[in-house]
């Protein structure tokens, strides 16, 4: 078992330090986190949104790497595990791998906007759109606080659009805020901002002036709601390339588009001095749940990844992808 097994002696040293100093586990302040850490933790607290459209689309179920320390680390984790149930967001969660480091983070990346995340507590359920539980709750090691409407729209494909739309809105990168509808349209957030809606008839869509769309974030949601009504996996398809594994980062998904797909998310990775790669995974499923990183069915007790345990065809807890599966999203470069 891969894990990171600590002397006792150095875990009660930290244990006490911590205490001393009122933290725990890794957990720090992070610039922008207010905004975030107010959060329900039920769906039944969120805003509640508007009735869903049907769907088109039958979505299925450059840094420096750091050395490997325990600065931070200071509760052992469970069964020598690399869980640490404190951490109250991603990367103080999930400790890396002995041998393996996390790269520094610039401020304003994908992977800073992942790893400061908050996560639910430790144990919580997975939860879809109307409050209650996902059948399956063996299948994830932690689920984030990604808003989710009280409606069955934003499955596995768009549960990713969000993440990113969430990422660009808060780092002001409006421009980058824009998916595929099919067709060849492109629903670019930019125009929405501008006093544009789209008017979807049939299989056409057009831009059409509106009251009601502004830059607020109100106004954003209305925005996603529309795009998650009339995209999915395979539009998504569409505006990605294949990549091979050794170039895997964060952002990249393993995708089968179509009706059913699925697609999962790479939402954290870790290095080696010779340069393999570790990762963790996100999805989002069927019906619409909320966002939460996957177990690795290899070895549950480790939900990393393994650059060397790739191979096709890829099983994840809930889906098994074929080769050609791995690839990196439009938006993402």
Same mark, same amino acid.
């Given at each position: 078992?891969?894990?990171?097994?600590?002397?006792?002696?150095?875990?009660?040293?930290?244990?006490?330090?911590?205490?001393?100093?009122?933290?725990?586990?890794?957990?720090?302040?992070?610039?922008?986190?207010?905004?975030?850490?107010?959060?329900?933790?039920?769906?039944?607290?969120?805003?509640?949104?508007?009735?869903?459209?049907?769907?088109?689309?039958?979505?299925?179920?450059?840094?420096?790497?750091?050395?490997?320390?325990?600065?931070?680390?200071?509760?052992?984790?469970?069964?020598?595990?690399?869980?640490?149930?404190?951490?109250?967001?991603?990367?103080?969660?999930?400790?890396?791998?002995?041998?393996?480091?996390?790269?520094?983070?610039?401020?304003?990346?994908?992977?800073?906007?992942?790893?400061?995340?908050? !996560? =639910? /507590?430790?144990?919580?359920? *997975?939860?879809? %759109?109307? #409050?209650?539980?996902?059948?399956?709750?063996?299948?994830?090691?932690?689920?984030?606080?990604?808003?989710?409407?009280?409606?069955?729209?934003?499955?596995?494909?768009?549960?990713?659009?969000?993440?990113?739309?969430?990422?660009?809105?808060?780092?002001?990168?409006?421009?980058?805020?824009?998916?595929?509808?099919?067709?060849?349209?492109?629903?670019?957030?930019?125009?929405?901002?501008?006093?544009?809606?789209?008017?979807?008839?049939?299989?056409?869509?057009?831009?059409?002036?509106?009251?009601?769309?502004?830059?607020?974030?109100?106004? !954003? =949601? /209305?925005?996603?709601?529309? *795009?998650?009504? %009339?995209? #999915?996996?395979?539009?998504?398809?569409?505006?990605?390339?294949?990549?091979?594994?050794?170039?895997?980062?964060?952002?990249?998904?393993?995708?089968?588009?179509?009706?059913?797909?699925?697609?999962?998310?790479?939402?954290?990775?870790?290095?080696?001095?010779?340069?393999?790669?570790?990762?963790?995974?996100?999805?989002?499923?069927?019906?619409?749940?909320?966002?939460?990183?996957?177990?690795?069915?290899?070895?549950?007790?480790?939900?990393?990844?393994?650059?060397?345990?790739?191979?096709?065809?890829?099983?994840?807890?809930?889906?098994?992808?074929?080769?050609?599966?791995?690839?990196?999203?439009? %938006?993402?470069?």
């Amino acid at each position: 078992m891969r894990g990171n097994r600590r002397r006792l002696g150095v875990c009660f040293v930290l244990l006490l330090a911590v205490c001393l100093a009122g933290g725990g586990c890794g957990k720090g302040t992070q610039d922008g986190m207010d905004e975030w850490r107010g959060g329900s933790e039920d769906v039944s607290d969120r805003e509640k949104g508007g009735a869903a459209e049907g769907r088109r689309d039958g979505d299925g179920d450059s840094g420096v790497l750091q050395e490997p320390t325990d600065a931070g680390r200071i509760s052992e984790p469970t069964d020598a595990s690399l869980i640490c149930e404190q951490g109250e967001t991603l990367e103080e969660r999930f400790l890396v791998p002995d041998g393996y480091g996390r790269k520094k983070r610039e401020q304003g990346t994908l992977t800073a906007f992942l790893r400061e995340y908050p !996560l =639910k /507590k430790a144990g919580k359920p *997975v939860l879809l %759109y109307d #409050g209650s539980r996902k059948g399956n709750q063996s299948a994830h090691a932690a689920v984030l606080k990604l808003p989710i409407e009280n409606e069955d729209l934003q499955q596995c494909a768009d549960s990713i659009m969000r993440v990113y739309a969430e990422y660009f809105w808060r780092t002001k990168q409006f421009e980058k805020i824009s998916f595929s509808l099919g067709g060849g349209f492109q629903a670019d957030y930019s125009k929405w901002r501008q006093g544009y809606t789209i008017s979807v008839s049939g299989d056409t869509a057009r831009w059409v002036p509106s009251s009601s769309s502004d830059g607020s974030y109100q106004s !954003l =949601k /209305k925005y996603l709601r529309l *795009v998650f009504a %009339y995209s #999915g996996t395979a539009t998504m398809e569409g505006e990605t390339k294949k990549i091979a594994r050794e170039d895997i980062r964060v952002g990249d998904v393993f995708l089968k588009g179509g009706s059913p797909g699925h697609v999962v998310m790479v939402v954290d990775v870790c290095e080696r001095e010779d340069g393999a790669k570790a990762f963790l995974l996100g999805q989002g499923y069927m019906p619409a749940q909320e966002f939460h990183v996957l177990k690795n069915p290899r070895h549950e007790e480790d939900p990393w990844y393994y650059e060397e345990e790739v191979e096709y065809p890829f099983e994840t807890p809930e889906y098994t992808f074929a080769r050609g599966s791995l690839r990196r999203l439009r %938006y993402d470069e």
